[in-house]
């Protein structure tokens, strides 16, 4: 395998290490045990199975790990899934990294503060341009090393500011089709609106949520932080904040989606709109790199569990 597991197709060998994402344990119908391991490397993800786990298995095998694994990729309910057929932990002398293992934005990170920076100074409100600024001040770091998400999109390093960007050139687009749009306004709900993440979530690599996160979740952070923002700049009374606040509290459309409210303003739901054109373009634009011309993409849960197809014509 010379591309890597996400371009792995069913019956192929595989002999690489990979990073362990997760782990854990089952027992067999028989009641034999065995792991589930999620591995990856830069490419992408699979599932794998280490039948007959000892107790010594389940202690070597845990996330966070790097293993050098051979086995076969068979299917299994619709998606490839490895079967291991030997293992064993990396040693030092393999001279492999974590930073080898994980998924990284298709642009550096100096090219993504760049363009945060650039939009910042497209905004004349002064209100609005400050709050942003100091935002995007006290979280720079982390910023442009945290993914967007656990899974499903923009879910690698960098992949927050990476899906920041995207919108922001999409919001420019559409504010040149439609000027009646407050740019300003839509900017900062970009730069923002997910900002709440470098709390919710626990960080580059094996990326889960954190307590935090669990009990409150990334919009009511935000829309907290924006309110303690505003009071440390000494902002009282500008309904600047007040709308900034709303674009956060509905950018996911609906309660059902995540959203406490919908959107009650025009660019709210044009922020929502981008956020998630955006999102389902990630998921689709990787998906369908890792298949041929004329065939199907395997099915995407995010994407109401669809399957597409990558027509074999050229453009």
Do not use: C
């Not at 920076?117 to 100091?134: D, Y």
């Not at 999102?279 to 995010?302: H, I, Q």
């Amino acid at each position: 395998m010379n591309k890597g597991i996400g371009y792995a197709s069913v019956g192929e060998a595989i002999d690489s290490f990979m990073l362990i994402k997760e782990a854990s344990k089952g027992l067999t119908s028989g009641g034999k045990p065995f792991l589930t391991l999620i591995l990856r490397d830069a490419t992408g993800e699979i599932e794998a199975k280490l039948w007959d786990a000892t107790k010594e298995d389940e202690a070597l095998f845990i996330p966070e790990k790097i293993i050098k694994v051979s086995g076969e990729v068979n299917q299994f309910r619709g998606k490839p899934q490895l079967k291991i057929l030997a293992v064993r932990p990396a040693q030092p002398t393999d001279d492999v990294h974590v930073s080898d293992f994980v998924e990284k934005a298709p642009v550096s990170k100096d090219i993504l503060m760049d363009k945060l920076t650039e939009a910042i100074f497209e905004m004349k409100n002064p209100t609005l341009q400050r709050i942003t600024r100091a935002f995007i001040k006290k979280y720079q770091e982390n910023l442009l090393l945290y993914p967007a998400a656990t899974k499903n999109h923009h879910e690698y390093v960098s992949g927050l500011a990476h899906h920041i960007v995207s919108m922001l050139g999409i919001a420019r687009q559409i504010h040149q089709l439609y000027p009646e749009v407050n740019k300003d306004l839509l900017y900062a709900g970009i730069i923002l609106h997910d900002l709440g993440k470098l709390r919710e979530l626990s960080g580059m690599v094996t990326t889960s949520y954190t307590i935090e996160g669990k009990l409150l979740g990334h919009i009511p952070i935000m829309v907290e932080e924006i309110g303690l923002m505003a009071r440390e700049l000494q902002i009282e009374g500008e309904e600047e904040i007040l709308i900034l606040q709303h674009l956060i509290l509905s950018h996911h459309g609906k309660a059902e989606w995540g959203s406490p409210k919908p959107p009650l303003v025009r660019e709210a739901e044009i922020l929502h709109l981008i956020d998630l054109m955006d999102a389902k373009m990630n998921m689709l634009n990787r998906a369908l790199d890792k298949v041929k011309p004329g065939e199907f993409t395997d099915r995407l849960f995010a994407m109401d569990n669809r399957a597409f197809y990558k027509p074999s014509f050229e453009e």
